[in-house]
T-cell receptor, first 109, second 118 residues
Framework: GQNIDQPTEMTATEGAIVQINCTYQTSGFNGLFWYQQHAGEAPTFLSYNVLDGLEEKGRFSSFLSRSKGYSYLLLKELQMKDSASYLCAFMDSNYQLIWGAGTKLIIKP | GAVVSQHPSRVICKSGTSVKIECRSLDFQATTMFWYRQFPKKSLMLMATSNEGSKATYEQGVEKDKFLINHASLTLSTLTVTSAHPEDSSFYIC??????????????FGSGTRLTVV
């Protein structure tokens, strides 16, 4: 079967670094997405990984290990505006997105 | 970058009435658009995949007669919630892709529609 899991909530301090993990199980895989969603708003695209390794985009980086069914989103130099939910989703063999429930990130001053 | 416009952002309607939600791709052609529903603190639930010029593909458990989807052009898809009831109250979001099936730039989401049925 298919499933995807990420922590429900995390707390971090402004200026620090936080890593949000995402594990998944699927027989067919066509990449993994990370999205940011502020309360009451639609998700915005952060990253897409289809090959193993680390992709860096400014303060945000995303890592993928296909053999382990594992990804993480790394946020550096945290700012208060980074308080949001972070959704991971993988694309299965039918090119359908399977979404995690999201990790609510709380940033404290 | 790609922009998807969704209207209205909020709507309150009486039970038994119908509500239409529009999703437009402003600067690209979207052959496929996706309609999601999201409950508070829950993940996105795919309702249907909308293909331009053909019938939408609904996910299991989604009533096609209740949630009417039309994709009349490459830039417009609509979702009509017919005979709405309070349990239909939710956050509805559309998304579209600018690229191929496995886009490098991700799926772009509309701003969402908060539907409240009273």
């Amino acid at each position: 079967g298919q499933n995807i899991d990420q922590p429900t909530e995390m707390t971090a301090t402004e200026g620090a670094i936080v890593q949000i993990n995402c594990t998944y199980q699927t027989s067919g895989f066509n990449g993994l997405f990370w999205y940011q969603q502020h309360a009451g708003e639609a998700p915005t695209f952060l990253s897409y990984n289809v090959l193993d390794g680390l992709e860096e985009k400014g303060r945000f980086s995303s890592f993928l290990s296909r053999s382990k069914g594992y990804s993480y989103l790394l946020l550096k130099e945290l700012q208060m505006k980074d308080s949001a939910s972070y959704l991971c989703a993988f694309m299965d063999s039918n090119y359908q997105l399977i979404w995690g429930a999201g990790t609510k990130l709380i940033i404290k001053p | 970058g790609a922009v998807v416009s969704q209207h209205p952002s909020r709507v309150i309607c009486k039970s038994g009435t119908s509500v239409k939600i529009e999703c437009r791709s402003l600067d690209f052609q979207a052959t496929t658009m996706f309609w999601y529903r999201q409950f508070p603190k829950k993940s996105l639930m795919l309702m249907a995949t909308s293909n331009e010029g053909s019938k939408a593909t609904y996910e299991q458990g989604v009533e096609k007669d209740k949630f009417l989807i039309n994709h009349a052009s490459l830039t417009l898809s609509t979702l009509t919630v017919t005979s709405a009831h309070p349990e239909d109250s939710s956050f509805y979001i559309c998304s579209a892709s600018e690229g191929e099936i496995a886009p490098l730039y991700g799926y772009t989401f509309g701003s969402g529609t908060r539907l409240t049925v009273v």
